[in-house]
């Protein structure tokens, strides 16, 4: 089993460590919570512990659909034996309904349902508030070029067709979400990161009630409630 061996980088909800085994790193879940790009800055108790699990569960059902991901395997209830990639420093992020920057941006109402899923590509960059970018800008500046943007845009349609159906059986609708992908020694595309609600939208289909870290954002309360609740749905039905 590997063991760490140092802090390789310390983020704003998790720490990666290397492990004695250059291929592979050891990704911690924190319960630290950030929004508006670190600006409010707080703790969610046990977001670590909930969102590893939500993630574990949610990569291990789009792994049984072919999609490849960094997950190896979870250690402990806040860490996960991933493969080391390169990141590719693009956000992806899938859009179904209209919510957060989209509204802001375009003045368009909250809640709009989208005639079809829409990718927006978001450079990452902390500094610079991880602005939006074009495909162009990202091939011409060197971000990714169009082979891999092309692979993981594909990837991410198909990520987006299985969490929509998976979400709904669970009576939530997946609003948006953001996806990060890397390469591996071999070469290989890899979804990397994580899947959690620090990163999706998921608002409950009847009563329209937001679940995700909006809670958070905007002092709604029951946040941890919120996080409990969506982690004992989605490892019962993920079942995995
Ligand atoms: N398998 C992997 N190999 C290498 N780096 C990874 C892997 N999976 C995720 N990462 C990177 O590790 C970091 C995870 O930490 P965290 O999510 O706390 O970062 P962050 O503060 O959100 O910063 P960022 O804006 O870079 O995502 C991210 O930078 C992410 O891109
Ligand atoms: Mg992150």
Redesign the pocket.
């Known amino acids: 089993m590997p063991t760490k061996t140092a802090v ?9 460590h290397t492990t004695d085994d250059p291929n592979l ?1 050891i ?1 911690e879940f ?1 319960d ?1 919570a ?1 929004a508006f790009n ?1 600006v409010k800055k707080g703790t969610i108790v046990g977001k670590g512990v909930f969102n590893q699990s939500i993630s574990t569960s949610i990569f291990r059902l789009l792994e049984q659909a072919g999609i490849k991901t ?1 997950l190896v395997e979870v250690l402990n209830d806040r860490e996960q034996l ?6 590719v420093m693009v ?1 992806f992020v899938v859009r179904n309904i209209a919510a957060g920057s989209l509204c802001r941006r375009y003045a368009t109402e909250e809640g709009l349902k989208l005639e079809r899923p829409m990718i927006e590509y978001f450079v ?3 500094e610079l508030g ?1 602005p939006l970018i074009g495909r162009e800008a990202i091939a011409i500046l060197g971000l990714a070029d169009y082979e891999i943007l092309d692979l993981a845009s594909e990837l991410t349609m198909k990520v987006n067709e299985i969490m929509v159906a998976f979400w709904k059986t669970l009576g939530i609708d997946l609003v948006d979400f953001k996806l ?1 992908f ?1 390469r591996d020694n071999e070469g290989n595309l ?1 979804l ?3 899947i959690t609600p620090d990163g999706c939208r998921l608002w409950d289909t009847k009563t329209g009630e937001k679940l995700d870290k909006d809670r958070f954002r905007f002092d709604m309360g029951g946040v941890e409630e919120s996080y409990a609740r969506l982690q004992s749905l989605v490892t019962e039905a993920a079942g995995v």
Not at 8 to 16: C, F, P, Q, R, T
Request: charged share 45%; hydrophobic share 25%.
């Open positions: 390789l980088s310390e983020g704003k909800s998790k720490i990666l790193l990704q924190k630290d950030t670190g960094h991933v493969k080391r990639v390169d990141i956000e990452k960059s902390d991880d990060e890397g890899l990397a990161d994580e």
